[in-house]
């Protein structure tokens, strides 16, 4: 029920209570009025509780809702006007309960999001300090045995000097796909879209890791369709960075005298790029993970290969960052697909 409705409810029924007393008191007194008498009392009691509950409630219910219907609106919506509310224009106590509520909703929300963020943070943290332990370990153990007397070695001088360069190496390698993945977040790395063969591109990359997958025996190859050759509108280095990745993965982690499979279909103005290989694929429940930093599907296995843990998020940013969209399909035991889109040149 509205309040001015309660108002002129209460205010009748208190009315009517004082008709009924007043007539039980003449009665009582055997005094005999006349009914006109009894309305009269009773319609002045109604109009003077009905004034003075009205009064009341406008004096101590409408202003404070009013300020409260303000404070609330100034710390939800700081930037918008405020708009004094009106008796009539609508029901205000619906109103403050309806923005309390939506509030109450968004922060909850707000809240959930800062604690996940808090425990991306951490086990970002962790992650990297992990990372860095590994080679730099590596390298104070080589660097203290060559100290101790080993420099003088000729057996081991070289062979820990080249263990303790590649550690180093590997430290560069995380050091640098951290300053990608941090340009990327933060929008600082500049894209220079331009129109480029995209059959070229994987050509060349493809000749590129030749020895990669020599080493593994995994036969990479390019699904080329019988049609015009696909142009998109990219950043090449980018791209390419993408495909490295991508197909450095799948000779990586896939199996020896494997294939992997680099086709593309021609979808409106996209190109549709499929990076798949035969390997043992990926169980269910880490392929929301994939694209995470430092995310691992088999750690051990994956730091015995050399990787940095970054790749797949930074091959993420890149495309989302030409406003595309990558995805990844797998099956355990029979293999993993990279899908990503480039835009078409016109």
């Not at 108002?7 to 009315?15: C, K, P």
């Not at 918008?80 to 009106?86: G, I, L, Q, S």
């Not at 430092?294 to 790749?311: A, H």
Request: glycine content about 6%; overall charge negative.
């Amino acid at each position: 029920m509205k309040p001015t409705t309660l108002a002129i409810a209460t205010s009748l029924l208190i009315s009517v209570i004082i008709a009924v007393l007043n007539c039980i008191l003449f009665y009582s007194l055997s005094i005999i009025v006349p009914s006109y008498f009894v309305i009269i009392i009773s319609l002045c009691a109604f109009l003077l509780i009905g004034f003075t509950f009205r009064f009341l409630y406008h004096r101590y219910i409408i202003t404070n809702l009013n300020q409260i219907h303000k404070n609330i609106l100034r710390l939800r919506y700081p930037n918008e006007p405020f708009r004094t509310f009106r008796e009539g224009e609508r029901d205000i106590t619906s109103e403050i309960n309806q923005i309390l509520i939506d509030w109450s909703n968004e922060s909850r929300d707000e809240i959930d999001q800062l604690k996940q963020t808090e425990n991306y943070r951490r086990e970002f943290l962790s992650n990297v300090s992990h990372e860095l332990k590994t080679p730099i370990f590596s390298i104070q153990g080589y660097v203290h045995t060559l100290i101790d007397g080993g420099i003088d070695d000729a057996d081991v001088n070289v062979l820990y000097l080249n263990k303790a360069s590649k550690g180093i190496d590997r430290l560069i390698s995380i050091v640098d796909d951290l300053e990608s993945i941090s340009k990327l977040e933060a929008g600082e790395l500049n894209i220079e879209q331009r129109t480029f063969d995209f059959n070229e591109l994987v050509r060349e990359v493809i000749e590129s890791l030749e020895m990669q997958g020599r080493d593994r025996n995994v036969k990479v190859v390019l699904n080329s369709p019988n049609e015009k050759q696909p142009y998109v509108y990219a950043d090449k280095d980018l791209i390419r960075q993408v495909l490295v990745n991508l197909i450095v993965n799948s000779i990586k982690y896939g199996k020896k005298d494997g294939k992997t499979e680099v086709r593309f279909m021609d979808v409106d103005d996209k190109i549709i790029v499929d990076v798949a290989d035969d390997g043992i694929g990926i169980e269910k429940q880490h392929l929301p993970r994939l694209f995470e930093r430092f995310y691992r599907v088999d750690k051990s296995r994956s730091r015995d290969q050399g990787g940095t843990g970054l790749g797949l998020a930074i091959v993420k940013h890149i495309i989302e960052a030409h406003q595309q969209h990558i995805s990844v399909c797998s099956e355990y035991g029979n293999g993993t697909i990279f899908t990503f889109s480039l835009k078409k040149s016109k």
